[in-house]
T-cell receptor
Framework: KAGVTQTPRYLIKTRGQQVTLSCSPISGHRSVSWYQQTPGQGLQFLFEYFSETQRNKGNFPGRFSGRQFSNSRSEMNVSTLELGDSALYLC???????????????FGEGSRLTVL | QQQVKQSPQSLIVQKGGIPIINCAYENTAFDYFPWYQQFPGKGPALLIAIRPDVSEKKEGRFTISFNKSAKQFSLHIMDSQPGDSATYFCAASMWGQNFVFGPGTRLSVLP
């Protein structure tokens, strides 16, 4: 069974640009969540999607947005990039059984964004 | 109230030692407490998890101790090996959602 796939793995942008990151969850997983990982802040929750609906949202500005498609693939977008957005962006998928989330997050290897 | 505190920030032990990483939370609504292990260049992977109705859980060399009244939980790694060198994150969640992660502990196990 293929794991969580994130693309691109590495990218470099300049301030003011925008970026779109993609995540393909494990087959059968309908919950996809996104995290920002930085050395000083650890893993910070961005948002979670389930069945194409945003179910939870973290404390990030509106420049950070996401969406989920009918095949459970998800994208996140960051507009008007700032230097502080440089981070590893991790996507995780999880399985829901009988309406209840099993709780185990399966992470991808991340997309490392550098903003110059 | 959503914060999870984790200590120490880094830890160095000799092979065979028993590193212990501690976490504390405030929100009593949390009902799931996992530990994730992350190697450089990889995403975190679930190591072991516990729910608040038990005080201890063992899986192989890894043990979680949970103290509900103190709102603390810890990870113990028995007979640690150089291959255990990684960053460890504790986390807490409600109903399998809204995960809050600790800041991480970088563990180095010396041969």
């Amino acid at each position: 069974k293929a794991g969580v796939t994130q693309t691109p793995r590495y990218l470099i942008k300049t301030r003011g640009q925008q970026v779109t990151l993609s995540c393909s969850p494990i087959s059968g997983h309908r919950s996809v969540s996104w995290y920002q990982q930085t050395p000083g802040q650890g893993l910070q929750f961005l948002f979670e999607y389930f069945s194409e609906t945003q179910r939870n949202k973290g404390n990030f500005p509106g420049r950070f947005s996401g969406r989920q498609f009918s095949n459970s693939r998800s994208e996140m977008n960051v507009s008007t990039l700032e230097l502080g957005d440089s981070a590893l962006y991790l996507c995780a998928s999880s399985l829901e059984v009988q309406g209840s989330n099993t709780g185990e997050l399966f992470f991808g290897e991340g997309s490392r964004l550098t903003v110059l | 109230q959503q914060q999870v505190k984790q200590s120490p920030q880094s830890l160095i032990v000799q092979k065979g030692g028993i590193p212990i990483i501690n976490c504390a939370y405030e929100n009593t609504a949390f009902d799931y407490f996992p530990w994730y292990q992350q190697f450089p260049g990889k995403g975190p992977a679930l190591l072991i998890a516990i729910r608040p109705d038990v005080s201890e859980k063992k899986e192989g060399r890894f043990t979680i101790s949970f103290n509900k009244s103190a709102k603390q939980f810890s990870l113990h790694i028995m007979d640690s090996q150089p291959g255990d060198s990684a960053t460890y994150f504790c986390a807490a969640s409600m109903w399998g959602q809204n995960f809050v992660f600790g800041p991480g502990t970088r563990l180095s196990v010396l041969p």
